[in-house]
């Protein structure tokens, strides 16, 4: 419940950037400003996942990782907003819905078999999903699914309030020095 009260807070207070972010994409692609996806959710249900569009309207539905040439489809501010995760601010709506929290394994794609697998078979397809979370910091983008399964594992061992707040420092770090974002 605080999760829920603590994003709208945030939303309320970002409001500016989302109107700021939300003029720039309309000038450079216009509409749609947001990007809405299928995501894998606790216990492996399904959630419509809101992201700032960071990508060309025409964008295969797919991870970034499978693209041929991520760079041809990043938009100008897609590329700003992504190195500083501003992309993800939409994911409070997600919060402030109960379909997600501020730490957790970051949501699956639905076509991510092999990482909805891996997580269902380690345990870890019980935690809500995050905007942030234990693998997140530990390498992102730089990381296989097998160690990011791993690193949500150890998460899922550890999970505790003192845990989470040094998750979300961590990140807001992590964010700062654009640590681990390849796209």
């Known amino acids: 419940m605080w999760s829920r009260f603590f994003a709208f807070l945030i939303l309320v207070l970002f409001l500016p950037f989302f109107l700021i972010i939300g003029v720039c994409i309309v000038i450079e692609d216009k509409l749609p400003i947001f990007f809405v996806q299928k995501r894998i959710g606790v216990s492996n249900s399904y959630f419509n996942i809101y992201k700032f569009r960071s990508m060309k309207r025409q964008t295969p539905n797919v991870a970034t990782h499978l693209l041929n040439n991520p ?4 938009l100008k501010i897609g ?6 995760s501003l992309d993800e601010l939409p ?7 109960g379909e997600m929290v501020f730490v957790g394994p970051r949501p699956a794609l639905y076509n991510q078999y092999d990482l909805i697998k891996m997580r269902k078979d380690a345990g870890v397809h019980l935690l809500k999903p995050g ?3 234990w693998a997140q910091i530990n390498g992102r983008d730089e990381i296989s699914l097998e160690e990011k399964v791993k690193l949500e594992i150890a998460y899922f061992c550890k999970k505790s309030i003192w845990f989470d707040t040094k998750i979300i420092f961590l990140t807001i770090f992590n964010v700062f020095f654009s640590k681990g974002v390849k796209h």
């Open 91 to 97: 994911n409070l709506i997600n919060i402030i819905k």
């Open 131 to 133: 905007i942030t979370g």
């Open 71 to 74: 760079d041809d489809y990043l």
């Open 79 to 84: 590329k700003i907003i992504r190195k500083i």
